[in-house]
């Protein structure tokens, strides 16, 4: 099945913006969802239809979507914020789900 | 709150096959609007999508794991179980369950702990 296309890694230092995009390629916008995990935890969904947060999710993270690209901005980052992200939708006509390849963001 | 915990043996043989069960607590797999996921992620790789069941039986699956992979659920038990057969090396993982919500356009809010699965011989 295919990928969505993330940058490996992202750095960033405290107090600042990290952007991490989700090429979609040909399958093209649908609804992307985005989670993190941290080391051995499962993954937690962070944001879904591209700028919705779930209950319990800071107002740090935030989402857009420009063309075939969603973008995850989480601003003010924190020490915490150090994980892996991953993006996700659901390719309709396929009827599959899709993951990003994942991006490890590390707070310098 | 709904919880999901994966359960099965850690350790498999080469050429067997891989068993793996999710029992849902407050909730039901019964509910509509919800679809059963697993999906699995190998030591230092990303994740990978398995495959889904809905209440109905209806069941899609990762192409390229189609011709090995079988989802159930156990209305009666609460559960939804994954079956993968002829396992390599290359399904060593740790496999997750989670629920897909049509209320957060089919993200995966719920997610169990993760089981590790190694085959080894």
């Known amino acids: 099945s295919s990928l969505l296309t993330q940058p490996p890694s992202v750095s960033v230092a405290p107090g600042q913006t990290a952007r991490i995009t989700c090429g979609t390629g040909?399958?093209?916008?649908?609804?992307v969802h985005w989670y993190r995990q941290n080391p051995g935890q499962a993954p937690v969904l962070v944001l879904y239809d591209a700028t919705d947060r779930p209950s319990g999710i800071p107002e740090r993270f935030s989402g857009s979507i420009s063309g075939d690209t969603a973008t995850l901005t989480i601003s003010r980052v924190e020490a915490g914020d150090a994980a892996d992200f991953y993006c996700q939708l659901w390719d309709s006509s396929r009827d599959q789900f899709v993951f990003g390849t994942g991006t490890t963001v590390t707070v310098l | 709150q709904v919880q999901l915990q994966e359960s099965g043996p850690g350790l498999v043989k080469p050429s067997e096959t891989l068993s793996l069960t999710c029992t849902v607590s407050?909730?039901?797999?019964?509910?509509?609007?919800?679809?059963w996921s697993w999906i699995r992620q190998p030591p230092g790789k990303g994740l990978e999508w398995v495959g889904y069941?809905?209440?109905?039986?209806?069941?899609s699956y990762n192409p390229s794991l189609k011709s090995r992979v079988a989802l159930s659920t156990d209305i009666s038990k609460n559960q939804f179980s994954l079956t993968l057969s002829s396992v390599t090396a290359a399904d060593t993982a740790v496999y997750y369950c989670?629920?897909?919500?049509?209320?957060?356009?089919?993200?995966?809010?719920?997610w169990g702990q993760g089981t590790t699965v190694t085959v080894s011989s």
């Open positions: 989670a629920r897909v919500s049509a209320t957060v356009v089919y993200g995966m809010d719920v």
């Open positions: 069941i809905y209440h109905t039986g209806s069941t």
């Open positions: 407050g909730g039901s797999v019964r509910s509509g609007g919800f679809y």
């Open positions: 040909d399958i093209g916008i649908k609804a």
